[in-house]
Nanobody, 127 residues
Framework: QSQLVESGGGLVQPGGSLRLSCTVS????????IAWFRQAPGKEREGVSW????????MYADSVKGRFVISTDNAKTTVYLQMNSLKPEDTAVYYC????????????????????WGMGTQVTVST
């Protein structure tokens, strides 16, 4: 069955870097796009970044622009989130989500657009 598995989370000091991976498998149809979301304790889940399968176009939350980079491997079976200059406020559980239907990029952070979700990986930024 369709599956998304996140990996790469961990504990890092402020200013450090981590690379998260989202491995996609079992899809009977190609996904349209993949997004990374995160949820900090006591806060709502929010969109972090998005990549469109067909042309590689990307979107970022304002809070991570210039620090995070989303990308895919050539086979488009793994989506990466390179996180640099990490801050304590980046601490959260990070989820990847896949959408199998097309939508306008302005809706990229709307969780209802995604029909497959991973279980999440914890990222903690602390001294």
């Amino acid at each position: 069955q369709s599956q998304l598995v996140e990996s790469g989370g961990g504990l890092v000091q402020p200013g450090g870097s981590l690379r998260l991976s989202c491995t996609v498998s079992g899809f009977t149809v190609d996904y349209f796009s993949i997004a990374w979301f995160r949820q900090a304790p006591g806060k709502e889940r929010e969109g972090v970044s998005w990549i469109k399968r067909s042309d590689g176009s990307t979107m970022y939350a304002d809070s991570v622009k210039g620090r995070f980079v989303i990308s895919t491997d050539n086979a488009k079976t793994t989506v990466y989130l390179q996180m640099n200059s990490l801050k304590p406020e980046d601490t959260a559980v990070y989820y990847c989500a896949a959408a199998t239907s097309d939508f306008l990029s302005i809706w990229w952070s709307s969780q209802s657009r995604y029909d497959h979700w991973g279980m999440g990986t914890q990222v903690t930024v602390s001294t």
